[in-house]
């Protein structure tokens, strides 16, 4: 793992900079894995530079406490070959669309020029979780405004896409994680204050649901849905357009 993946404890340094191609962000620690972690490995496999912004260090949740969750989120950095993690200390449980948020968050897209970002989906169960697509989604848009009081050079990213796997809307796109599932699942694994094996302890939303089935039987119907055996979704605002209508990609009818 790269000395880049910053220690939360180091909460009054300023941010590292670091030129990326990719950045996930997320509310709490382990969501970015648990809905797109085969899409980010796929990436890292592919050769690019791939980072994951966290919003809160989790210290409202149940299980666990901020320290031990910062030690999982380095173990899940490294197994899924991240370059960065970063995390901003937003409220737990307290996520809001605000200004003074979003520029925290633009300010870290200065910092690492992703081209591609990857949001949750804005509409969620959990508050902060529709918050920080929110946050996300402005943060990225303040970034590339250049009299925004903000250091660094303006920088938009290219490309904003949604997590959409365990949502029940319409995907604009599924990505075949098949040869990246056994990492995803080893990165979740460290969460082991969230999802080790004890009577309860693995449960997610909705309840008595083991994260692990639950991801399996997930990324096993977008797999079908692409003729792959895993997968996990995605939502773009944009149409896509092509050159070359012979040539779009996906299955055959
Ligand atoms: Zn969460």
């Known amino acids: 793992m790269s000395n880049n993946i910053i220690s939360s404890t180091r909460r009054c340094s300023l941010p590292e900079e670091i030129k990326l191609d990719a950045l996930a962000i997320a509310a709490h620690r382990d969501d970015t894995e648990i809905v797109s972690g085969g899409t980010l490995i796929k990436l890292v496999d592919l050769g690019y530079s791939v980072g994951i912004l966290d919003l809160t260090a989790g210290e409202?949740?149940?299980?666990?406490?901020?320290?031990?969750?910062?030690?999982?989120?380095?173990?899940?950095?490294?197994?899924?070959?991240?370059?960065?993690?970063?995390?901003?200390?937003?409220?737990?449980?307290?996520?809001?669309?605000?200004?003074?948020?979003?520029?925290?968050?633009?300010?870290?897209?200065?910092?690492?020029?992703?081209?591609?970002?990857?949001?949750?989906?804005?509409?969620?169960?959990?508050?902060?979780?529709?918050?920080?697509?929110?946050?996300?989604?402005?943060?990225?848009?303040?970034?590339?405004?250049?009299?925004?009081?903000?250091?660094?050079?303006?920088?938009?990213?290219?490309?904003?896409?949604?997590?959409?796997?365990?949502?029940?809307?319409?995907?604009?796109?599924?990505?075949?994680?098949?040869?990246?599932?056994?990492?995803?699942?080893?990165?979740?694994a460290c969460y082991k204050t969230q999802f080790e094996e004890k009577q309860g302890v693995r449960e997610v939303y909705p309840p008595a649901r083991d994260i692990f089935d639950y991801m399996e039987i997930r990324a096993r119907q977008y797999g079908y849905m692409i003729s792959a055996t895993y997968a996990e979704c995605f939502f773009q605002r944009e149409k896509f357009s092509f050159d070359d209508p012979l040539k779009i990609p996906g299955i055959s009818i």
């Open 60 to 188: 409202s949740g149940t299980r666990g406490d901020a320290t031990t969750r910062a030690e999982e989120a380095r173990c899940a950095a490294g197994a899924m070959g991240l370059k960065y993690r970063h995390n901003l200390e937003l409220p737990d449980a307290g996520l809001y669309d605000t200004q003074e948020n979003a520029l925290k968050v633009a300010e870290i897209i200065r910092l690492t020029r992703p081209e591609l970002v990857i949001l949750p989906y804005w509409i969620q169960r959990h508050p902060d979780h529709a918050a920080a697509s929110l946050i996300g989604y402005r943060g990225c848009f303040l970034s590339g405004l250049i009299k925004m009081p903000l250091i660094g050079n303006a920088h938009r990213p290219r490309k904003i896409i949604y997590s959409t796997s365990f949502q029940d809307v319409e995907h604009s796109f599924a990505i075949d994680i098949t040869k990246q599932f056994e990492r995803k699942k080893q990165a979740v």
